[in-house]
């Protein structure tokens, strides 16, 4: 299966909200409640941020949230911090059991 | 709290078999609700997943399309832990190779703390 579309960079000054699409198909994201999105400094190890579309695990700020229409979910960033500076994953399961993640999203805190 | 501990060499020659194992604390590798992934991280090709066990009732496989044919994910419930074997490796499969764990639903929710593996003679 093809990875995920994400773009490769989206920038936020600070405060304001950021947006970042996962665009999939129907075999992937639109076919199914489960995507999740990953936070990774560079040199660290991926963090959930939110699973199965739009839940937030314990511990990670109310700042992110996830949506999904179709076959794109979206990340939402609000009031964008300099620690939010990252790149950002995608990743939803595909059929037959397996799963995909999209291409990385590069966030810059201007 | 779960810890995924990740061991294996750093250097594998072409065309042999990439061995990796994921050792298992504060939880079990046979627990039902739980599923046990190895993931792979390149420049070229991003976060990759190369596939899962777990266990309902019974052991499920499941592998990656790009990978399905040269690679396997073993449980092992003897010394909680799981492994990954990739042959066949060439120096495309350079990588970081992570274990990790989901709960319930798709979110990958532990890491371990990555393996750099090298596919050089």
């Known amino acids: 299966q093809s990875a995920l579309t994400q773009p490769a960079s989206v920038s936020g000054s600070p405060g304001q909200s950021i947006t970042i699409s996962c665009t999939g198909t129907?075999?992937?994201?639109?076919?199914?409640?489960?995507v999740s999105w990953y936070q990774q400094h560079p040199g660290k190890t991926p963090k959930l941020l939110i699973y199965?579309?739009?839940y937030r695990p314990s511990g990670v700020s109310n700042r992110f949230s996830g949506s999904k229409s179709g076959n794109t979910a979206s990340l939402t960033v609000s009031g964008v911090q300099a620690e939010d500076e990252a790149d950002y994953y995608c990743?939803?399961?595909?059929?037959?059991?397996?799963?995909?993640f999209g291409g990385g999203t590069n966030l810059a805190v201007l | 709290q779960v810890q995924l501990q990740q061991s294996g060499p750093g250097l594998v020659k072409p065309s042999q078999t990439l061995s990796l194992t994921c050792a298992i604390s504060?939880?079990?590798?046979?627990?039902?609700?739980?599923?046990w992934h190895w993931i792979r991280q390149s420049p070229s090709r991003g976060l990759e997943w190369l596939g899962r066990?777990?266990?309902?009732?019974?052991?499920?496989?499941e592998y990656g399309v790009s990978v399905k044919s040269r690679v396997r994910i073993n449980p092992d419930t003897s010394k909680n832990q799981f492994s990954l074997q990739l042959s066949s490796v060439t120096p495309e499969d350079t990588a970081v190779y992570y274990c990790?764990?989901?709960?319930?639903?798709?979110?990958?929710?532990?890491w371990g703390q990555g393996t750099l593996v090298t596919v050089s003679s």
């Open positions: 990790s764990r989901a709960l319930g639903g798709s979110g990958l929710g532990d």
């Open positions: 504060g939880d079990s590798v046979s627990r039902n609700g739980a599923a």
């Open positions: 066990t777990y266990y309902r009732s019974k052991w499920y496989n």
């Open positions: 990743s939803s399961y595909a059929s037959s059991g397996t799963w995909v």
């Open positions: 129907s075999s992937d994201v639109g076919g199914y409640n489960f």
């Open positions: 199965d579309v739009s």
